[in-house]
């Protein structure tokens, strides 16, 4: 079992940054392709990045291209997204979710832990 936990929401201007982190925990994190998802009220949750074991590759959504950056420590069994440009579109729970698989997917229902979630809300 993979137990995740986020942490870094929170209440930001437009325009600013915040940085997310997910502590993993109960397995060897580098064995694990991590992602993140967010959820907006009345949306569904959609993939926003992705990056493999190793830290060597990374993808995102057209949505976060360019402003989101997703980065792994595997020493420290974390991974972070770091937001800037920050809009109102973005106000959403962020989730930190990890796969075994070797496969790359944006896929939610393919990943197989997922964290609490942290909320981050953007005021214009």
């Known amino acids: 079992q993979v137990q995740l936990v986020e942490s870094g929401g929170g209440l930001v201007q437009a325009g600013g940054s915040l940085r997310l982190s997910c502590a993993a925990s109960g397995r060897t994190f580098s064995t694990l392709n991590m992602a993140w998802f967010r959820q907006a009220p009345g949306k569904e949750r959609e993939f926003v990045a992705f990056i493999t074991r190793s830290g060597g590759w990374t993808y995102y959504a057209d949505s976060v291209k360019g402003r989101f950056t997703i980065s792994r420590d595997n020493a420290k069994n974390t991974v972070y997204l770091q937001m800037n440009s920050l809009n109102s579109e973005d106000t959403a729970v962020y989730y930190c979710?990890?796969?075994?698989?070797?496969?790359?997917?944006?896929?939610?229902?393919?990943?197989?832990?997922w964290g609490q979630g942290t909320q981050v809300t953007v005021s214009s």
């Open positions: 979710a990890a796969r075994s698989a070797d496969m790359v997917t944006t896929a939610r229902g393919l990943y197989e832990y």
